[in-house]
């Protein structure tokens, strides 16, 4: 397979990126968004929907657990607020 999108039981390329911007803390409003755009190439919408998809994959649990597991209790926090 190819790097984007990885072999089967691994993350492709933009998941890993993914993961790792979610890693990172920015400096004001915007910079994220920025980011997104200029180092991933997504718009802002598909990449939170990539993200939202990527909290349920098994996958990026074991590839980076610290950060699946702190945004599962951001995304369950907003949920319950609702």
């Given at each position: ?8 039981g691994?993350l492709g390329r933009r ?5 790792a ?12 968004e ?24 098994p996958?990026a649990?074991?590839?980076d ?6 945004l599962?209790?951001?995304?369950e926090r ?5």
């Amino acid at each position: 397979m190819d790097e984007d999108t990885g072999e089967q039981g691994q993350l492709g390329r933009r998941e890993r990126d993914i993961l790792a911007l979610e890693g990172r803390s920015f400096s004001g409003p915007g910079a994220k968004e920025r980011a997104v755009r200029e180092e991933l190439g997504l718009a802002p919408v598909r990449y939170f929907q990539l993200l939202n998809a990527l909290l349920d994959d098994p996958r990026a649990l074991a590839h980076d657990p610290v950060t699946v597991n702190r945004l599962r209790r951001v995304r369950e926090r907003r949920r319950a607020e609702r």
